[in-house]
């Protein structure tokens, strides 16, 4: 089983890390909401732990937008709050449990299993925007019934954008696809070059083109001129 455990305080963080993997399962850490929602829309993770009380992007947020990005990994809370109006406001934006802090290890083991006995939809298997369509499982993709060949890197830059469809996605996002912590250079050149091959094949010969940049902010997978959208947006 794969967890992914969002928890900022690094002492925290490492003790659910050793506990967990050492019942068993397979562990990835985020320590901030951004981090969180890059992983967690790039993976799909059995389970996610997650501490509502994060630096930037609350929990709760991440939370609503995994939600709202197809995303349906059950998600346990930790919450500081034990006020009903501050369960009930996670519940509502998605959460199937919430434990208090602070907590016994052996409730969150319990809280785990129960979560992951209930089971849950599992990943999306296709993924269809337009005449786009790409199988998750053969990795084929094909558009307007034509399939195109498209390397690891460029499969997984868009099934990102496929998972977010009509949502700017920027440059951090998609570097969750390359997953290197200790990457100390930029992937924005990177990342540039695969959207640029991406369009050649996803685009070329189409009238409608479904890849667009939105300068400044990253990309969109849409069937309409998302520039368009954005002026009516900033009105």
Partial sequence: ????????????????REGLEFEGYRVKLAATGDEAYRLGSATAFDLIVLDVMLPGRSGLDVLESLRQGGI???????????AVEDRV?????????????PF??????ARIRALLRRGWEG?????????????????????????????TKEFEVLEFLLRHPGQIVSRGM?????????RVTSLDNVIDVHIVRLRKKIDQGHTVRLIHTVRGAGFVLSCDDPHVNLKEIHR
């Fill in 1 to 16: 089983m794969d967890l992914l455990v969002v928890e900022d305080e690094p002492k925290t963080a490492a003790a659910l």
């Fill in 72 to 82: 349906r990994s059950p998600v346990l809370l930790l919450t500081a709050r034990d």
């Fill in 89 to 101: 406001a996670g519940l509502d934006r998605g959460a199937d449990d919430y434990l208090t802090k």
């Fill in 104 to 109: 016994a290890f052996s409730e969150l083991l």
């Fill in 123 to 151: 990943p999306v298997l296709t993924l269809t925007h337009s005449d786009l369509h790409m199988d998750l499982v053969t990795r084929q993709t094909k558009r307007a019934g034509k399939s195109i060949d498209l390397t």
């Fill in 174 to 182: 998609l570097a969750a696809v390359w997953d290197d912590p200790a």
